[in-house]
């Protein structure tokens, strides 16, 4: 065998090796196939209005990966009336986009009271039921976010932001 082509048989056994031992660490670098569901990431901040003092510097509750009947974002929120006269205060929760409002529930409390409850889809208006507050009083207000059980609406690797927001109307008289 001359020098010429022990070299070449050289150069193609090298190149077989190296391909096939690439070949096995892109195989084994894998992220295996998995059979479960991808859930949906939810992130609820409060939008701070003149008149309230709000406790939350960042999100009121998040929520990733929440599957149906599994899981919640839930979180606690600090106001407080800052006007010299009584408040009423009204809700509304505003979805960064629809692509969860028939999924995600969203139910808001002060104390046994709910203030504002349902699907993020149908929270886009005033709530009806208000918060009253006397001056410099404060109340806190528990977020539930959730997808129902038996939900089968597409949720699966969806997300949104979600805006709690607050009108305030101060009152001329005390209540």
Do not use: H, Q
Request: hydrophobic letters at 40%; proline letters at 5%; charged letters at 30%.
């Amino acid at each position: 065998m001359t020098t010429t082509t022990a070299n070449s048989l050289a150069k193609w056994i090298g190149l077989a090796v190296g391909v096939s031992l690439a070949a096995v660490a892109v195989l084994s670098w894998r992220i295996p196939a998995s059979e479960a569901t991808l859930g949906a990431d939810v992130r609820l901040v409060a939008a701070e209005p003149g008149e309230l003092e709000i406790s939350s510097d960042g999100p009121v509750a998040s929520g990733r990966a929440l599957l149906p009947g599994r899981g919640a974002a839930t979180g606690e929120l600090a106001v407080r009336n800052i006007t010299g006269r009584p408040a009423r205060v009204a809700l509304k929760a505003l979805p960064s986009n629809d692509e969860l409002d028939d999924a995600i529930r969203l139910e808001l409390r002060s104390g046994r009271r709910v203030l504002l409850s349902g699907e993020l889809g149908e929270l886009r208006e005033w709530s009806g039921t208000r918060l009253e507050l006397d001056p410099a009083e404060r109340a806190t207000l528990d977020v539930r976010l959730w997808l129902p059980r038996g939900t089968d609406e597409d949720f699966e690797g969806r997300m949104t932001d979600v805006t709690l927001d607050f009108r305030v109307r101060p009152e001329e008289r005390a209540r």
